[in-house]
């Protein structure tokens, strides 16, 4: 795997993360919020969905 490309991934990460809290940071905050009163088994559940989906769209933009 090249450094870079890892490096461009994860640059792309932390912009995308950083969105939400600067262009709307009241409905972030009730958003971690409302993900704090969660149960555990609801954010695993989350988590696992999140992993998924970026899984299949990562096989299907690179088609291995």
């Known amino acids: 795997m ?3 490309l890892l490096l ?5 990460f932390l912009i995308f ?3 939400a ?3 709307m ?3 972030w905050r009730r958003a971690i919020a409302r993900m704090a009163s ?3 088994d609801a954010i695993r559940v989350a988590g696992g969905i999140t992993i ?13």
């Open 2 to 4: 090249q450094w870079q």
């Open 8 to 12: 461009t991934g994860f640059a792309l």
């Open 17 to 19: 993360e950083g969105l």
């Open 21 to 23: 809290p600067f262009a």
């Open 25 to 27: 940071p009241r409905a």
């Open 38 to 40: 969660m149960s555990d």
């Open 52 to 64: 998924a989906a970026g899984l299949i769209l990562l096989v299907s933009v690179t088609g291995n």
